[in-house]
């Protein structure tokens, strides 16, 4: 679900839209909870670039099992991340799989930043769903 940014003026998010819990539960899904709320930004949306990132902390709920957690922590070193596909529905309520991984972004300062990142497809489904910059979207 995406929607222009309203930086100024934080909302609550609103409910998911009754399509989308229909189209979860249909996919055997059954913990539907927000697990972010994020404004695009240029890279976001950027074709170079091919990712959505996703900053541990804006995540407002837990998404992970521990061993999914653990699995890509352990790919975190300077030469390759560890990833998983996932499953993906788009606002479209295309369904399709995108690779989930964690990247720490090393600073200038020294100190690092942790975030995850879709990747592989997102370039597809941000094309196919108009997403464009300071457009809000929530997982």
Request: charged share 25%.
């Amino acid at each position: 679900m995406a929607t222009r940014c309203d930086q100024q003026y934080p909302t609550p998010p609103p409910d998911l839209p009754i399509k989308f819990r229909k189209r979860i539960r249909a996919l055997g899904g059954s913990d539907i909870a927000l697990i972010i709320k994020k404004c695009l930004f240029k890279t976001d949306v950027s074709f170079g670039h091919n990712r959505l990132s996703i900053p541990l902390n804006q995540i407002q709920q837990t998404f992970l099992t521990p061993q999914e957690t653990e699995f890509l922590n352990s790919g975190n070193n300077e030469k390759k991340c560890s990833e998983m596909e996932v499953m993906l529905i788009e606002p479209s309520l295309r369904r399709d799989t995108i690779s989930l991984k964690k990247w720490e972004m090393k600073k200038a300062s020294g100190s690092a930043t942790s975030m995850y990142v879709l990747v592989g497809k997102w370039n597809s489904v941000a094309w196919r769903n108009a997403l464009r910059e300071d457009e809000t979207v929530q997982l």
